[in-house]
């Protein structure tokens, strides 16, 4: 059985900084993008930063230059960990964040190309 746990979230002030992380085991393709969405209320999911197993990368410009992503796999191959280190953080970055996994390779922002998400982290920015 497939599990993402996030863990991280918290509150922060403006210009803080943040580190997320993401537990994925139980699956057997390790050859998918991994990624993080965010979601404030009343607005739509969007995907924020995701990582392949190359390690290309692809950022929502809301946040490029100001967040990175990366991903280590552990030596039995059972898990893998994903990582968002959030710096420079603005109130608009306010959100539940997502961890979510995809059996396609590449990282296209569509959370239909995902297959299993992780119950979500609560970042709150405040000025």
């Known amino acids: 059985q497939v599990q993402l746990v996030e863990s991280g979230g918290g509150s922060v002030q403006v210009g803080g900084s943040l580190r997320l992380t993401c537990v994925a085991s139980g699956y057997t393709y390790l050859n998918g993008c991994m990624a993080w969405f965010r979601q404030a209320p009343g607005k739509e999911r969007e995907g924020v930063a995701g990582?392949?197993?190359?390690?290309?990368?692809?950022?929502?410009?809301s946040v490029r230059g100001r967040f990175t992503v990366s991903r280590d796999i552990s030596q039995d191959n059972a898990r893998v960990t994903l990582y968002l280190q959030m710096n420079t953080l603005k109130p608009e970055d306010s959100a539940m964040y997502y961890c979510a996994l995809s059996s396609i390779w590449y990282c296209r922002f569509e959370a239909g190309n995902f297959d299993y998400w992780g119950q979500g982290t609560q970042v709150t920015v405040s000025s």
């Open positions: 990582i392949t197993t190359v390690g290309d990368t692809n950022f929502a410009d």
